[in-house]
């Protein structure tokens, strides 16, 4: 509470205060002789939209701050602007809204990474989240330190990937670690529970590491950045980290650090924005050209294993004839083999041109410009089968290109699994920005290849 009491009065200071530098920046270059109080209050009016979310005390992602950051100083924005033209006389101009504007996109983020600081140094205690009343009870003796409670998830539902057991029946059998409660009391979300509770870490113990069970923590665990650990027989099958001193090993939700993450998402965001604006215009002749040549939808949308084995729908311009895969179900097939493939669709894989709805995707961030090549489900869990490592992939996004996709020929046959995590994992050890240009340049050549008919 005490930590919640000093957030809200660092929000309305920094409210205050950037409104009256605002303010009186404004006044200074204007010149105007006016009095600041109006100025400075709608300026700090401004400024409390926009730092609004500070007030939640949770720990976030450097990506994730920078986003609110630019989110909620478009709202303030568009606040100044409203007021601007309803009372003129109580807002600084044009030039006093781009003052505004310039300090909001400065200090908002500034401010959200002193509340992350804050976050982590109020953070305390671990939290076992598990399925199995005895691993989980094992699990909590052999923690080091204070432990916080435990969760108990059940296999998921077709509402949600998972969700949290009821607090009785065979939980019960946690009886011999008292100092361990449980924290699911009335139907808490995991969420909730872990935004509540401020753990300094999380540990796993999991029967079987699957999307629906320790992938589905991962994320919650993710976008609160919480350290994550696990027991040694799971972590081939997470990306693991070095081991801890009680004997656990540290998981890493990303491959990538903070830095590198919004740098990818800088680059993501750019290329889908220049590429949209690029390739836009061919959309309505794209959409007439699949209507006229086959019936059926002109967007083709299919369901993939998104990051942390989530699913997600993923567009594309339809190039099979409709309902292609009643019969066959999920199949890898050569194009020029697959009978299938329509007249127009053979063009639009050829150029790449089919996969243009993927850059709304890119642009909300459910897919990269490069990542692991998202893979239907169901071949998720038969490659599972041959390869049990193959999870690992989910620890990024999913990408329009990427290693694997550029060089999809040199896989050995009856190795596509084994050799797509190989290349996979490479990318993840080797990321860097110039990798992900190197790789769209590769594919831009192997596109230019096609048209030239090498």
């Given at each position: 509470m005490e930590h919640r009491r000093s957030q809200y009065l660092l929000y309305l200071l920094a409210s205050i205060l950037i409104g009256a530098v605002a303010a009186a920046l404004t006044l200074v270059l204007q010149d105007t002789g006016r009095t600041v109080i109006g100025y400075a209050l709608v300026s700090s009016l401004a400024a409390a939209v926009a730092l609004y979310p500070l007030t939640k005390p949770v720990g976030r992602r450097l990506t994730a701050v920078v986003g609110i950051g630019l989110q909620q100083t478009i709202m303030a924005a568009v606040l100044l602007v409203t007021v601007h033209g309803v009372a003129s006389s109580f807002t600084p101009g044009i030039l006093g809204v781009g003052v505004i504007i310039v300090l909001l996109s400065v200090f908002v983020p500034s401010i959200a990474l002193v509340?992350?600081?804050?976050?982590?140094?109020?953070?305390?205690?671990?939290?076992?989240?598990?399925?199995?009343?005895?691993?989980?009870?094992?699990?909590?003796?052999?923690?080091?330190?204070?432990?916080?409670?435990?969760?108990?998830?059940?296999?998921?539902?077709?509402?949600?990937?998972?969700?949290?057991?009821?607090?009785?029946?065979?939980?019960?059998?946690?009886?011999?670690?008292?100092?361990?409660?449980?924290?699911?009391?009335?139907?808490?979300?995991?969420?909730?529970?872990?935004?509540?509770?401020?753990?300094?870490?999380?540990?796993?113990?999991?029967?079987?590491?699957?999307?629906?069970?320790?992938?589905?923590?991962?994320?919650?665990?993710?976008?609160?950045?919480?350290?994550?650990?696990?027991?040694?027989?799971?972590?081939?099958?997470?990306?693991?980290?070095?081991?801890?001193?009680?004997?656990?090993?540290?998981?890493?939700?990303?491959?990538?650090?903070?830095?590198?993450?919004?740098?990818?998402?800088?680059?993501?965001?750019?290329?889908?924005?220049?590429?949209?604006?690029?390739?836009?215009?061919?959309?309505?002749?794209?959409?007439?050209?699949?209507?006229?040549?086959?019936?059926?939808?002109?967007?083709?949308?299919?369901?993939?294993?998104?990051?942390?084995?989530?699913?997600?729908?993923?567009?594309?311009?339809?190039?099979?004839?409709?309902?292609?895969?009643?019969?066959?179900?999920?199949?890898?097939?050569?194009?020029?083999?697959?009978?299938?493939?329509?007249?127009?669709?053979?063009?639009?894989?050829?150029?790449?041109?089919?996969?243009?709805?993927?850059?709304?995707?890119?642009?909300?961030?459910?897919?990269?410009?490069?990542?692991?090549?998202?893979?239907?489900?169901?071949?998720?869990?038969?490659?599972?089968?041959d390869v049990a490592a193959w999870s690992r992939r989910w620890h990024v996004k999913p990408g329009l290109t990427g290693f694997a996709q550029v060089d999809f020929e040199s896989f050995e046959e009856g190795r596509y699994a084994a050799d797509n995590l190989e290349a996979d994992d490479w990318y993840m050890s080797e990321w860097s920005l110039w990798l992900d240009c190197k790789l769209v340049g590769m594919q831009l050549r192997k596109l230019f290849q096609k048209l030239g008919g090498d």
């Open positions: 509340c992350q600081s804050r976050v982590k140094q109020n953070r305390k205690g671990a939290i076992v989240v598990g399925d199995n009343p005895e691993i989980i009870a094992a699990t909590v003796d052999s923690v080091n330190g204070p432990v916080t409670g435990y969760v108990r998830l059940v296999p998921r539902t077709t509402e949600s990937l998972f969700r949290i057991a009821d607090s009785t029946g065979d939980t019960c059998q946690l009886a011999r670690s008292p100092d361990a409660d449980e924290l699911t009391e009335g139907g808490a979300r995991l969420d909730t529970i872990l935004a509540v509770a401020k753990p300094s870490r999380v540990v796993l113990a999991f029967s079987e590491v699957t999307r629906g069970s320790a992938f589905a923590v991962l994320e919650e665990c993710h976008k609160y950045d919480i350290p994550v650990v696990t027991s040694e027989p799971a972590d081939s099958r997470l990306l693991a980290g070095s081991s801890t001193d009680d004997g656990f090993v540290e998981v890493r939700t990303s491959p990538l650090t903070q830095r590198q993450e919004l740098i990818k998402r800088i680059f993501d965001v750019v290329f889908a924005i220049v590429g949209l604006a690029a390739v836009g215009p061919l959309v309505p002749f794209i959409a007439i050209a699949v209507r006229l040549d086959s019936p059926g939808p002109v967007i083709y949308r299919q369901i993939r294993t998104e990051r942390f084995g989530d699913i997600f729908v993923l567009p594309k311009f339809r190039t099979m004839v409709e309902n292609a895969e009643s019969e066959t179900g999920a199949v890898i097939m050569d194009d020029n083999n697959d009978s299938r493939i329509t007249a127009v669709g053979q063009y639009l894989r050829a150029t790449y041109m089919d996969e243009i709805p993927q850059l709304v995707s890119i642009l909300f961030g459910r897919m990269s410009v490069v990542g692991p090549r998202p893979e239907r489900p169901e071949l998720d869990e038969e490659w599972i089968e």
